[in-house]
Each structure stands twice: as C-alpha cells, then as structure tokens.
C-alpha cells in the first residue's frame, strides 16, 4: 500500500503538503469534529482541539499528540476514525466515514501531516495585516551549528528536531549531472563529467566552486532560467481566445529575458523595464522591449459592437495584467479583488483599481522600437523615394484625368444596349457552339472596376442548345471545374472552391482568386448556346453585406484545345455597373498608343520605386504594447461589473502593504508612464518585502524542486506557510544585498552542502518526511519538457545551439479568420534548436513538450506540474523525433559491438555500463542493430530523471 | 502488497482509483457516463428547439421596446419568424423543429432547458464558458474535472476523448477540452473516425519483434533502475505506464474500427451518406457509442467547428442566410444524432450515460440589419439532457413570447453543470483544486442544481 500511496503522490506532485491539507482534510474536520472540538464547540469534549495544529500535537485530556506524522498506524486520530479503538469510534453515533475520506488521512499523515494552521488558538479565517508574508524582512542571526555555511545550518536546525540529518556529499556524477542540468538545463557531456570526476578527487572544494563558476558564466545560464521566468510572466507567442492569432514579434522580448539573466541584470531594473522600459529606456530597444511583459498575455480580439461587451472585454484584458504583476513579483492574488474585498487576504477591491489605473494606458499591439540614429537612417533612406514615389503618382493622375474625361464623353455617348449585370441571375446567350471547355474570364467586380479577385460566385450554369436545354455544367454530369480562390480552411479543403459553382446547390460560393478565370471541362462535347451565373445565398433577403461583391466584366469563351480562347460573349453592351466600370471598359479600348507607352512607363517607374522602399529594411516592431493617456478616471467596479462604477480610484501603492512599505497616489490624470514607472519604483524599493521573498524563493524552487513556499506566486492565506521562515527571510536579505542580483545568490546556494549532499533514499528518514521538504536529501526530480527534448537532442549530437531570433515551431500555423495549430509529425533539423526557442502558440499541442507538461500558457505557470501518462510513453516511442534522433546517436558509434553499447551509454547516460548491462543490451544489439538500442535507451527512466 | 504487484496491475489501480479526486460520492450517482453533443456556432434555439408562435404572427414588426438594439455584429432588423415550421412529437406533443425530423422522435426521453443564458456573445469565451463555466481560457473542462473527480472506468483507453468535426475544431478549439491547471492526465485524447490517436502506432520501419525485443529490454534497464533508486515511486509508475501504452495500442485501434459493426447499424447512422460531411460525422457518433461501450468516461462529440471567413459556413453562426446555413448543417446533424440515441437507448446505455446538448449561446429573434440570418443572443438558448437520472419530456424554464431574453427559472452554465456533477454523483461545490490562490471550483462560485429535470 505504501508504494501505491508514493506513486499517487509522485504523479499529482503539485497538490502535496498545504494545498492536500486544504483540499481534503481541513473540510472534513471543519464538518466532523469542531462541533466538538474546536475552540467554537459550545463544549469541548476530551480537552482536544482540532481547529489548530497545535491541538492535535498537545493532545486531548491524555496529553499525547493525536496525530504523529509519518505514522498513521500510530495516529489516534486515524484509528478513531477508523473504529479500530476499542471504546473511541469518531465521530459518535454515526458509521465509518467513507474509505476514501479515511484513505485521505492515511496520505496527509503520511506525508508528514502538513497544517498551516498555527496559532494557539481560534483558527485565523483569513489573514490580516499581521500575516507573515506582509512584514518587513526580518533577517536574523541564522541558528548555531557545526556547518560554517549560513543556508546549511537553518536546514540543520529545521531538521534536529526531527531527529534528521542531511545526507554525505554527493558522488561527482551525480553532482555534476544535478548541477548542469540545474544551471543550464543541458546534460553536461561524457568528457565533462569525467574531467570534473577528476578533479573532484584531488579537491572537491576547488572543483565545486569553478563547476559553478563555469556554469553561472556560461549562456545556457540565460536559456534555463530565462525559461523559468517565462513561465512566471505566462510568455506566450499567440493571442489565445478564439482568434488566436500567432504573434512573431514578441520573441524580442524572450531574447531580452535571455540576455538579462546572463549579464545578471539587477531584478529591480529588470522589474522596472517590465513594467516601464518605455519610459526608462527610451529610444533604447533593449531596455524598452521590457514592456512586452504588460501584453504577453492572452487577450480577446474578437471586434464586438455591443457596449457592454466591449466593456467586459476590456476590463478581462486589464484583469490579465493586474493578475500577472501581483503574481510574478508581489506574490498576491490581486485578481480575486477584483469583484470584492478579497476573501482571504487582507487586499481591498481598491487596490486591483489601482493598479488598474496604472494599466488603464495599456492596450495589446506592436511599436516599433528603434534608436534615434536607426530612425534618422531610416528617414534619410526613405524621404527621397517617397518624394519620387508622390512626383510619379502626381504625374499618372494629371495623365488618368485626361484620359477619364475623354472616357466619360464617349461613354455618354454609346448607349448601353443591356440590363446591368443581375448577382442574383445574369444571363448571355452566343451562337451554338460546340466544345468541351467552356471558361469564364472576369475583368471586373461589382466592388472593384479593376479586378474581380475577391468577389464570389454561388453558381455557373452552361446551357444546352436546342429543345430540353440542361444544364451541362454539373458536376454530377461529369465537369470538372478548375480556378483559384481567395481563401482556404486548410484543415477543410473543400471550403470555398470553384467545384462549388457547379455542384447544383445554391448555397455555398466560390470565393474568386487570382487570376479570376473559371474554366469548366465537360465530360464530352457539348453544344451550347448559353451561360447564367448568380451570386446569391437564398433566404428572403439577399444584399451585398452578406454575398460579397459580384463579377460583372467578363467574357465567356471556348477552346478545341485548351491553349487557343475564342470569346463567345462578354459584357460588351451592357450597363456598366457604375461610371468608373463603364470608363474603366472603355480604358481598354480608347488609349491612344502615346497614353499606352506613358502609362506603362510610369508604371514601371512606380513599380521600381515601390521595389526600393519595400527593399529598406523597415524599423523593428516589436509586440511590446502600444500606450495613450487613458481617456476617463478610473472607478472600483461593484461586483466586478464594469457596468456598475464605484467610487473613482487614483493610481496608487495598494494599501496591502501601506503599513510596511512607503506608498504613493499621484493625480487620477497623471500621466500614464508615470502611472506605471511609479508603481514599478514602489514593487522595487528595498523596503518592499515580498518581492525579494518571491524572487528569493522562485530561486530556492528552481534549485531544489519545491519552493520553502510551495505555491510561488501565492504568499498570502491560501497559499502555502514557509517550510522555513527564517531561511527565507535570509536568502530575501542576501539578495538586496547583493543588488538583487541572482548569480551571487545562486552561488552561494550551490555552494552550500545542503545542496550537494546526495540523493541518497534513507527509509527511517523518509517515514518521517517523504517528500524531503526538510531537505534530509536532495530530491530527485523528473526533466521539465524542454529539458528532456534538449537533452535527446544533445546526446545524440543533434543539438543547434544557436541562441536568439525568431522561434522554430512544432506545428504547422493555419488562418481562416481563426489560426488552428497541427503538430508536425516530421519534425526535421530546423527544430532541433532548444526549446526555449519553440514558438510557443497557445492552445496548441506539440508532441513531446505538451506531452510532459509544458504548461498552456493562458495564466502563469509558477510551478510546472508533473504527471505521468501512457501518451508520453506513445510519443517518446513512435514519434518521429525519437526514431531520427535514435538513428543520429547510434551513427556516433564505432566498433564492434561491446565497444559500440560502451560508447551507448557513455553517450545518453555519462557512464561506463556495468557488465550486467553491457550483457542485457548485446543481443537487442546483435538482433535489431543499434538504432534500436538508441531508441531503448531514449526511453529509459535513467535518461529522464536526475539525483 | 507493494511488491506483489504487477506494473500492469499497479498502471489499473493506479488509473482507476487514485487519480479520482472525490472518489467517495457526496450523492447516490445516476450516471456513469457523460456524452457530450455539442453544436458549436450558436445554434439557434428559435429555429430548433424554443416554438414561438408569437414570433410567427409578428413577423416583420419591429421587436417591442428594442427597435434600435446593437448586438454583437451591429444593428437588429424586426422579428424574423424561423423558415421551419414546428410540429408536435413524441407522447409529450413538444413541439419541434421540422429541420429535425429524426431528433423529434427522442423528445420523450429528452429534458429542455429553455432558459440559458451566458455571459458572453463571443464564440470563443461562450464556448469554452459551456465546457468550464470561465469566459477566459486556461480553466479545465467539465470533462477533465469529471475525469479528476472520478478517474477512469478502463485501463485501455483515454478517460476524456473528445471527437472534433471534419471541418475543423471549435471555436477556441483546444481549450475547450484541456485540464487547464489540473494535471495533464485529466486533459481529453482527440480522436475522430477520421483521426486516430496521435502516435498510437509502432513506426512502419521497427518490426513486432523488435518492438517486443525493446520492449523487454526497457523494462529490465528501468527495472534495475527503480531497484538501485528506491523510495522513488514515479519511476515504477512510469514502467506502469508503459504497459499502459501497450495496451492502449491493442484497444484503441480496435475501438475505432468502424467496420466491425453490421450494415444495419451503419445505415441507422447514415455513415455512408453522399454528403461527406454527413457521412463523417456519423462515423464519429458511431465512434462515440463504441468508446462509451469501453468504458470511456466522457466523450464530447462535436458537429460543425468555428468561425470562419464567411459566417455561418462552418458551423451553425447563420448571421445571414440562416435558410441556406441551416439548410446545410441540419440535416448533417439530425439523422445520425437520432441513430446515436436510438441506438444508446436500445442497447440499454442510457441507464448509465448521462447525454448532453450544448451550444455556446442562442440567436436573436430580429434578423440582423440587412440580412437573413440571427445575430448573437446570449441572453436565451436552449440546451437539453437525456439519460441516466434525467427526467424525459420534461422543460425547465422558459424565454419570453419572442424567445429574445430567458425570463422564467433563468438558468446559468453553473447550474447546467452543477446538474450534470449531482447526476454523477459529485457535489459541485465539494469538488475543488488548489490553484494561483484560490480552490477553484467547476461551477467557480455559482451553480444551482436543476432539481426539476432529475428522475
């Protein structure tokens, strides 16, 4: 049962500790047991109190704990609770709770019993301004022990008590393994690990420190943890919501992040430029491009003319924004606010305003960002030839006048002889004919008198001669229809085509293409005498709205062969469908051949000037966010509705932490950079607590697996306590310290000997703390998606290290008013570039990133989850990536066959195999050859997990 | 026990039971089984289900007290009567559609929620509010909270398998199937008769042999592996879901196999039908009744897909020419929806599997400005049940005379959800996820059970 129970664990490793507590267990007791045992109970029954933690570790009347941690056979708790005390059945006079419930306690007692619960008394309901997370640092001398490093004897002395000890060092392997991947996300290679094998023999402290030094240097330092960041800031490279849009100008931005990290930019500037590069940097792209954190969220471009909608619409998209800076650097849930005072933590619903006022400016889009001398060199490059560009436009006007009005006079003088083009039925009628390819040319629409691209067709009908006249045009008759059309649902090929003209139908329609010509093959000879057209949706009213524009220059011609057209009718004669059709026929036919020369000249000069500006390279746009000083003040919304305003709000600090930090309010019409600059300079002062314990603690997480805060973004009531408070408040203080740079602080946590102990499992220990939350090892851990795609990638010698620039994707992008997003089933070298380079599209599904969770980037993505499922199995099996990539590692070996598996695992794991694996892996080998054998070993869970 | 246990043994428990998030019912459950029908596009409620002889005798006049309404596309016209008469049906006399002339004759077993209303007019955000109660994507569907509240009825096939059109997914297409913060297992498997499962197949170059000789060889490195790493769960659990995709390579294949079933059965379907597009989502019903068959626990079925360049083309936005949109999407749908039900209904399944109909929201009773078709109504539209626990020929509320807005027993996706969670048993305020600060909920933190309808 146990290891059933771990697994569980293991597979929903984001809802251990607090968050189960909550879930499962603090309801049950809430319902079952405070009626009698709580501090509310109108009389406590045994002396026990079951409302706090400290209640059921002081015991009842018997004065021993009710629940042991890590020991649920031992939890009197449970065994009440199960019946199995002869005189104690809890709770009374009622059956077993079900097994499930029962079950739920075994797991949290298992786990060590977490409870957030502190205080002596009654149980906090929600937190107020005394709540942990909302004090000034408060950092102490750390706790006295035998380890010289600070960070070593706070887990020492959390662990004591517990009657714990850390782990010995960790064998070079695995530390070198765990710090790589853990700095760079990339597995180190076979003659790193042995070089530092090496040297770590002579002198582990020497070798450990420039291990590190090399790493923090190196550019996969920005790769890594730049990715993490991306998930904190739900970095996403399409718009999400229906349309869903690709954006391929924000990758800018994930450059930035890249760069940043690298030159260990201080995170207050980098917060700064998050939330103001504009303002602090401008004309300066590199700083700027910061702000494409306000819109890298998903957002609704769907055009809406209701009033109220738009409203909704709006105030969602303001939501994303105030959502992700309370919970990227402030760690509140600002967002639950948003209709009332916050239920939990002590947060106004005037405080989600005002940071709203600071956004109140924002709106999704690109700007280009550009230097002044790149926008002088611009200038300088375009002003001539859009001078040019004018003079020649001015040129072919004054020509076009004179040859329109000589068009006009003559058309008021040709009487037209027939009826307007009809869309809803048009008829010609030529002398017999017979042929078997009919095609329709169209010159003009009724939209446009110069082309008839665009317009659309519902049916063409070709008409036989003679009596019992049928349509020879179907489709059902033999016809083949050919002609381009103007737009595509690439997933349903059938939509919009010419076939549809001719199916019979009058519902659907050909949307026109270019050239606009429709050429119709019958299945024989046929002799014709007559062709209609219509383009017309049925249904009792039928306006150019919802048809679309109609051909109505044309001709209708026939072929023997197919190469030479003879016209057999056209729309010679009749009324042009306006003045500028009718003059633009007539164009055709009056130019003198001086005009003729003329125009074609300056359409040449034209088209070479257009040639030369579309040829300057144009200043960057980056989707970084367009800013406007907001029209109207901004007011509270009751009930969140933006129907219904409140009281006007000011950009201000919000009051959450008025009585720990120095705020400001600045005039509901401050300019809107300032709105933002001044909140950015409040989130980054040096007295402003929560961003350095969030930073400090997302550093922790991405170390060690699981932050000393378990839920990242969340440091208020409902989010987890701190596993250790004090730790936390120092690593807060070493990182203002250090100028809220991180290199220092990671430095100083690789360093320590928590961190390089071994991952070495101790079941005595483990009964005690199964999740090594107290850090008596260092826990193992699964690959996030990108690193394990990297990693196939890098031991198989396929890796493009290439680093910046527009991404590689792993689908294929379609557009027919919404995108829709295909995952590539052949994807070649020109993805094998790290994945933080992907692409990344909402909604989409990638095969092997999505398959081993890769968040959907709709909300920030503090903590990745972590599951396990038979569709990973399927796609690290089948999929095309892992055949080519097996293929690829197994060409790198030579030898006979012994040395060919040696240079195998060498290869994918860093190691020599023992002899019982060199003798497991010889006949798969000597059978199916070694790109089997790479497939194998591509799937392992060695490949996968790291110590 | 630990030890003694198999990996495929391990996978079954594993799937089976603790992935369920409440596996003790708060409620006697009805239903096992959810068979979600969706119509995306916003099928109209006024020309398929909600009979409006008031919209008929005043057709053409100006809607009272809204002649100058802006909806989603612009301005409303006056009242347009629907170009399909109603007819009575079934025992109940509900009066029906006479586009759907095979739905008609489920009516009985059928309970109309005629009061709808959403929050949104948008494609997008109303879809995905229909399969997880939030405008704004990112939240997990109905389907993916089932499968975390209940886990799996199988250990072969996906727990969630949702079923897109040929034309195309729905608006905001994936997000209306995904777990969103839930962990990934609980997201639906895409499938289609037209489309197997992604990767499901060994590679044409690697032989039944080689394939087993790997896979013997996997399992004994991974082995050896676990041994040397003890108090590492995850990495048994990860052999277990090896033998898990074994498995799943025999099932699903044969799942999809549409051609183990009798003529009679593809004729009652219509799933070779001279309209392809008829034909192919015909196959895709027959597919959902042999996934259900297996134990699957939700599918969602989809007939049309989104937006597109021309409305109402795709699916069923008739923005302009409803006659001529409808004309093209109704018979599509009808036939093999009513062959699905028939066939539930005759094979007994309907004790067990809860069936829904959903649409993003309804359609104006006015004509849009200049046009034949309905604009956007989120204010009224009509979604049904049928099956497991569901009371037949039976309405819950009702819209007023024209079907413009939902005026009696106004219902909300919450309380169509909080409804659909009771019939399974679950209580829809009790089933909650730990997620950015708050427990979220499938009903957030609205929803009223829709006790009228339950059997």
Known sequence: MLGLLGAARAWAADSAGIAFFEQKIRPVLAEQCYECHSAQAKKLKAGLLLDTKAGWERGGDSGTPVVVPGRPEESLLLRAMQHAEPDLAMPPKQPRLPEATLADFVTWIRMGAPDPRDGGGAVARRADKSWWSLQPLRPAEPPAGPSSDPIDRYIDAALAPQGLTRNPPAPARELVRRMTYDVTGLPPTPAEVAAFARDYALDPARATEALVDRLLASPQYGEQWGRHWLDVVRFGESIGFERNVIIDDLWPFRDYVIASLNADKPFNRFIVEHLAGDVVGKNDPAVEVGTAFLVAGPYDDVSNQDVAAKKNIRAATLDDLITATGGAFLGLTLNCARCHHHKFDPIPTEDYYRLRAAFEGVTHGRRVLATPEERVRFAAATAPLKKAKAALETEKAALDTVIDARAKAELAARLATRHKVDPLLTEERFEPVRTRRLRFVMHASTANPRSAGASRLTEFEVWSAGADSRNVALARHGTQAAGEKSTTAEDFAAAYGPQLVIDGDFGEQWFIGSPAVLTLTFSREETVDRITFRNAKGGDINDEKSRGATPCEYEVQVSADGREWRTVASSEGREPWTLAHGVERLRRTILTPEERRQLTDLASRLGAVERDLKAVPPLREVFAGKFAQPAEPTFVHKGGDPLKPGEPVVPASPAVLAHAVVGYALPADAPEGERRLALARWITRDDNPLPLRVLANRVWQYHFGTGLVDTPSDFGFLGGVPSHPALLDYLADRLRAHGWRLKPLHREILLSATYRQSGLFRPEAARVDHEARLLWRFPPRRLSAEELRDTMLAVSGQLDRRMGGPGFRLYKFTQNNVCTYFPLDEPGPATYRRAVYHQNARASVVDVLSDFDFPDIAFSAPRRVNTTTPLQALTLLNHRFTLDLARALAGRWHGDAAAQVRQAYTDVFQREPTAAELAAAMPLFATYGPVALGRALLNANELLYVE | ?455
């Not at chain 2, 004309?327 to 209904?345: C, E, M, N, S, Y």
């Not at chain 2, 609205?446 to 309808?453: P, Q, T």
């Open chain 2, 1 to 455: 026990m630990t030890t003694g246990l198999t990996g495929v043994a391990l996978a079954r428990l594993l799937v089976q039971d603790l992935f369920a998030a409440g596996a003790a019912p708060h409620f006697p459950p009805k239903a096992k089984q959810v068979l979600q029908i969706f119509c995306p596009g916003g099928a109209s409620h006024l020309d398929l289900w909600d009979y409006k002889p008031m919209l008929e005798k005043y057709h053409g006049k100006p809607l009272p007290g809204a002649e100058t309404e802006v909806t989603f596309q612009g301005k409303n016209g006056n009242l347009m009567k629907s170009p399909w008469a109603f007819a009575p049906a079934g025992r109940s006399g509900k009066m029906i559609s006479t586009l759907l002339p095979h739905m008609a004759r489920h009516v009985d077993d059928m309970a109309f929620i005629h009061s709808m209303t959403s929050r949104t007019n948008t494609h997008g955000p109303g879809c995905i509010a229909m399969n997880t109660c939030f405008t704004r994507e990112g939240f997990p569907s109905a389907g993916a909270w089932i499968s975390y509240g209940l886990g799996s009825l199988n250990d072969n096939l996906p727990t969630f398998v949702s079923i897109q059109d040929l034309r195309g997914e729905p608006p905001n297409g994936k997000a209306n199937w995904g777990n969103g913060f839930l962990p990934a297992q609980h997201q639906a498997v895409a499938l289609a008769a037209h489309q197997p499962l992604r990767n499901l197949g060994r590679p044409a170059e690697i032989s039944a042999a080689e394939e087993v000789a790997t896979r013997d060889f996997l399992r004994q490195a991974n082995s050896v592996h676990a041994t040397a790493h003890p108090g590492y769960d995850e990495l048994r659990a990860r052999m277990a879901a090896y033998e898990l995709a074994a498995k799943m390579q025999l099932a699903a294949p044969a799942v999809s196999d549409l051609s183990r079933e009798p003529a009679h059965v593809h004729a009652l379907y219509g799933t070779n039908d001279t309209n392809a597009l008829k034909a192919a989502y015909a196959r895709n019903c027959l597919l959902s009744r042999r996934l259900l068959e297996q134990g699957v626990r939700y599918v969602s079925l989809y007939c049309a897909s989104r937006a597109s360049a021309v409305d109402g083309l795709l699916n069923w936005d008739a923005h302009k020419t409803l006659k001529a949109d409808y004309d093209r999407h109704g018979p599509i749908f009808d036939q093999p929806t009513a062959a699905l039900l028939t066939d539930l209904k005759q094979r007994g399944m309907l004790a067990d599997t809860l069936v829904l109909w959903c649409t993003e929201f309804g359609r104006m009773p006015t004509h849009q400005d200049g046009t034949a078709g309905r604009d956007h109504n989120p204010d009224a539209f009509t979604t049904w049940m049928m099956g497991a626990g569901v009371k037949g020929g039976v309405s819950h509320g009702a819209t007023d005379d024209f079907g413009r807005r939902s005026v009696q027993d106004v219902a909300t996706v919450y309380d169509f959800h909080a409804t659909v969670l009771r019939l399974l048993g679950i209580d829809h305020e009790k089933l909650t996820y730990y997620h950015n600060g708050t427990n979220r909920r499938l009903t957030d933190v609205h929803g009223h059970v829709l006790e009228r309808i339950l059997a």
